[in-house]
């Protein structure tokens, strides 16, 4: 195995990896939600606004990625059944 595949599959850098995605994920839904609000109603968007959307956002994504396994388990998919 090569040295990028060992430190991919190292636990800490991957989650290491999944901090910043999650990290990454609320930064875009604030800029997209800032952004679209800027334009609509030409205003600024208040600062705790953007915190409870990001981290909304994040605690949806982590709330989902929870219960899927609990509720599906490990069937296939029902669309390629």
């Known amino acids: ?3 990028i595949g060992t430190l991919l599959t190292h636990p800490i850098i991957a989650a290491l990896f ?4 999650v990290a990454l994920l609320a930064g875009a839904a604030t800029t997209i939600a800032t952004f ?7 205003n600024k968007f ?9 981290l909304g956002v994040v ?10 396994p609990i ?3 490990n069937r296939r998919s029902i669309i390629g059944q």
């Open 1 to 3: 195995m090569n040295i």
């Open 18 to 21: 999944r901090i910043v995605g």
């Open 36 to 42: 679209v609000y800027r334009v609509r109603v030409r």
């Open 46 to 54: 208040p600062d705790g606004a953007t915190l409870i959307l990001g």
């Open 59 to 68: 605690a949806i994504y982590l709330n989902t990625r929870l219960i899927y």
């Open 71 to 73: 509720c599906w388990g």
